[in-house]
Structures are given as structure tokens and as C-alpha cells.
């Protein structure tokens, strides 16, 4: 192996010279280190590949003999084998069921993050399963929780605090104490009341933001 150090890229291929350009110093660095070491990782190879030069083997052999390398192969089992280990492909944790079981139900909750919820809405004898986006409003009345769209009213289950957590965010707001509306039914705005403002849905139902919720309710319109 015969190293050739860079020192005058004028007396080498100009294209090499160009390619390395700030390079060189470094380059020719590398060089050096490896030529210092040459020789001790041509004796790691040789044990690597399990070579032996043939010297004594108790007859007469030809000068070509002496330089004959059997390979015998083992140590570079053993050292593939210890790299192989050293791979991690995965990790092993006590009670690996139940943490497979708890692995599952987070994806299956991030699955269903952001899809909108069930609700089911009960009205005479009556149960439907309700659309949130086709909802126009939620209220309350008498201490129960109603959600009105175009076929009725129909009395839900959750609370409007637990409906305000449910809910997309951006397309519903808590326009008061007892009211959440679905913006995207929202017809138009009279905001010419003093301290209030008035929401007229799209079947005409009239709702008025409170005092109290009014920034909150311009914010969510961006105004």
C-alpha cells in the first residue's frame, strides 16, 4: 500500500486538486494516520479474517508455499456475531401485555383526536344520533341540556362545560351562561345594541352574546 501526500496539487490531477481544495490539509492528515497505523491494522485484518502464513509444516514446500494465507474464518464470526448484538431492534419491559394493551389504547385515542363526538339527543319516544356539525345551538332549560338543529330539539346528556371540551373549538363558542352556537349557521350579526350583540342564525333563532363573553366571541371572529 503505497500513501502519496497532496503537498503540490501541480504536480497531480488538477480535478482532484479542485475538488478537495480547502480540504487538502486535511485530507493529507488522514494520509499521515493512516500510514502510521498501516501496518498494526494489516495485523488486526489478518486476525479478522483468521489468516496464517504457512512457515513449518514438518516437510519440504515450495518458495510459493511461504506465502500461501489460509483462511480459517472463526474470528470474524465471533466479532460479526458481538456487532450483530449490539443492533437494537426493540426493547423488552415487564409485563409486556399490559403495556401493549396501554400502547394500543393511546393510538387508538390519537386516531380519534379531533374527529367529532357522538352525541345521541332524545326527544319523546324518540333517540337520534346527532350530528355536531349540523347542530345549530346547545342551551340550556329547566337545569337540562338541549341541542337544536333543523329536525328539532332534543335533550343531550353532557353538560356545556363538558360540551365546550368536546366540541371543535373553533367552530363552537359559549356565547353566554347557558348557550353554545355553532358559527358556521350563524346568519349574521346585529352589533348595534349597547353591551350586547345579537346572533341570528341561519332558521332565524335569536341569541345574544353576554356582556361578559363579547371578547371572547370577537376573538373567536378575529375582530
Known sequence: MTLTYLTNPANHSRDAATALGDDLPAFNRVLRVLGARRRRNMLRRRYY???ERIRNIGIAIPPDLEDLMPVVGWPAKAVNVLSTRLNIEGFAVPDAARSDEEVRQIESALTHLGAPPRLTGTGGNRTVLLEPARVLRFFTRDKRVYAHDAAGTWRVQPRLHELERLL??????????????NLAHVAFMDMSGAGTICVQLRDGTRCFVSRRSIPRFKAALGL
Open 49 to 51: 479474517d483468521g489468516e
Open 168 to 181: 371543535p373549538g373553533s367552530d363552537f363558542i359559549r356565547i353566554n351562561q347557558g348557550e353554545i352556537v
